[in-house]
């Protein structure tokens, strides 16, 4: 078993699952896109990032494994910048309107 603290809570988790899931499992939430538990993770829309105490940029935690004795902070201010940030790099790709289109199957054609 590996041992690790998430927002100061100590967890208790089994090796092979990554920061993400085992803060699923205690209700922490880590905000995610493109994250599903049926696919493999690829940590493309970096909204699941978190803080790693001794690393010195935040790191997607869909594909991070858990390490003993980590130490991650899901929701710091820098956190809330970054993924604002990335939300705002995705839909700036993207017409806003489909958002909220009923005929956005049809968007296929607009592409």
Request: hydrophobic share 35%; glycine share 4%.
């Amino acid at each position: 078993m590996i041992k690790l603290t998430i927002n100061n809570n100590e967890i208790v988790a089994k090796k092979g699952e990554t920061v993400l899931e085992v803060a699923q499992k205690q209700d922490i939430h880590i905000p995610t896109l493109c994250y599903h538990k049926d696919l493999i993770p690829y940590g493309g829309c970096r909204l699941c990032i978190v803080e790693v105490k001794g690393r010195p940029i935040p790191v997607v935690s869909c594909t991070l494994p858990v390490e003993d004795g980590m130490v991650v902070k899901t929701d710091t201010p820098r956190l809330k910048k970054l993924r604002t940030f990335s939300l705002q790099l995705i839909l700036s790709e993207h017409p806003h309107a489909c958002l909220i289109c009923d005929k956005k199957e049809e968007c296929a054609e607009y592409q």
